[in-house]
Structure formats: structure tokens, C-alpha cells
């Protein structure tokens, strides 16, 4: 859906570093044999997804962002599951508790703001392809990275398919990088 243009398509994630991205797509391409596939640059685990927001929300937003307060941890994705509409996705299969409080913290402080988000249990996964079926027997592979900051992204529709945009970027504390944005 393409959103008005005073308004922007935002949502909070933790992004998956470049690396690990590599990785997962390669991995990927010998695994899934059809759908349409997610760009390596595209992947993350969204936390908390808005919706159309008016474009003068933002500042709001990132201040609120900056003034959550939540550890870093080792997000280790080591589960495959199928969701909704043929997305085939790469999940943990047991959520650090640290990721659940951050989209509970992030929940909450939008619900502050009356920013009310989906009413389905927050469920994290990192999407792989669309329009795809998870194959047989296909042994879920574990990728894992340092969750050390999580992010505000604008969605995109572009020629070449959906991007994301990086807003703003907050370290998760251990993470000892600077806020941005
Ligand atoms: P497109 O919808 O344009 O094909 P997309 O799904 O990647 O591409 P968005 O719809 O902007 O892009 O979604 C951005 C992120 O937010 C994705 O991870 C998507 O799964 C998630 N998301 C979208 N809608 C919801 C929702 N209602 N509840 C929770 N997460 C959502
Ligand atoms: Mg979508």
C-alpha cells in the first residue's frame, strides 16, 4: 500500500547486519525454490510496525525511541516457519526475553502516544520470500548476530520492489555506539 504523501510507512526493527545477510540469502537460494525472494538488504526482524504516520509525528518518534532503555542480546534465529500468505521466514525458536521486553517497551511507549499497534501477539521473524512454500524436511539452519541496536525504518515502494529506509538508528545498552538520527 502506498502511503500519502504527508504521511510515512514506519516501523521499528532490529536490522540484520551485512554480513549475516550474505549468509542467510545464500542459504536461502539453495533452499527455497520458488516465491519471490527478499533482497539481502531488506532483512529484519520488525519490533513494532506503525503504519501510515504523518510525516510531523517523527521528531515524536525519535524521541521516544531514544529514551527506551534495553540490553542488547544475541538474537539466534534457528527456526523456519511459514506465515500468513506464503511468507517463509527464519525465526528464533526461543525469543530472548530481552527482545520480547523491547517490543513490549516499544508497544507500550507508541500506546502512550495513541499509536495503537496490530493486535496479534507479537510474533518475531525475519522473512525470506513471499509467495513461497517452505519445503519438506527442510532442516531449519542458526544464524546469529549481536542485537545492538535497533532502528527506524521507512517502508518504500521504489521500481525495483519495496525498500527500507534507515531513519534513525539507538544502541541497546553493552552496545556502547552513539544514537543517530
Ligand atoms: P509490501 O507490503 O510492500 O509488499 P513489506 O511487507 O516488506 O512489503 P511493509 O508492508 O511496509 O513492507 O512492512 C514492513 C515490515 O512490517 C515487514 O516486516 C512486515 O512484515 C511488517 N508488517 C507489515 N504490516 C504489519 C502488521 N499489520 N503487523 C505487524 N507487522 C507488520
Ligand atoms: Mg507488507
Redesign the pocket.
Given at each position: 500500500?502506498q502511503a500519502h504523501a504527508d504521511t510515512l510507512?514506519l516501523?521499528f526493527?532490529l536490522p540484520c547486519p551485512p554480513e549475516q545477510a550474505t549468509a542467510i540469502a545464500q542459504w536461502r537460494d539453495g533452499q527455497l525454490p520458488g516465491g519471490r525472494k527478499?533482497v539481502p538488504d531488506?532483512f529484519?526482524l520488525?519490533l513494532a510496525?506503525l503504519?501510515a504516520q504523518p510525516a510531523t509525528r517523527l521528531e515524536a518518534l525519535k524521541h521516544l525511541a531514544a529514551a527506551i532503555e534495553a540490553p542488547s542480546f544475541e538474537l539466534k534465529l534457528d527456526g523456519l516457519i511459514a506465515l500468513g500468505k506464503g511468507?517463509v521466514c527464519l525465526r528464533p525458536q526461543s525469543p530472548p526475553a530481552a527482545l520480547l521486553q523491547l517490543a513490549t517497551s516499544l508497544g507500550q511507549a507508541l500506546g502512550a502516544q495513541g499509536i495503537m499497534?496490530?493486535c496479534?501477539p507479537f510474533l518475531p521473524h525475519l522473512?525470506l520470500a513471499?509467495q513461497a512454500e517452505l519445503p519438506p524436511h527442510c532442516t531449519p539452519p542458526t544464524f546469529s548476530w549481536a542485537a545492538d541496536r535497533f532502528v527506524l525504518?521507512l517502508?518504500e515502494?521504489t521500481r525495483d520492489?519495496?525498500r527500507?529506509r534507515e531513519l534513525g538508528s539507538w544502541p541497546l545498552a553493552g552496545a556502547g555506539a552513539e544514537a543517530a538520527g
Open positions: 500500500m510507512r516501523f526493527a527478499v531488506n529484519h520488525t510496525f503504519g511468507f499497534l496490530d496479534r522473512s513471499r525504518y517502508s515502494n520492489g519495496v527500507y
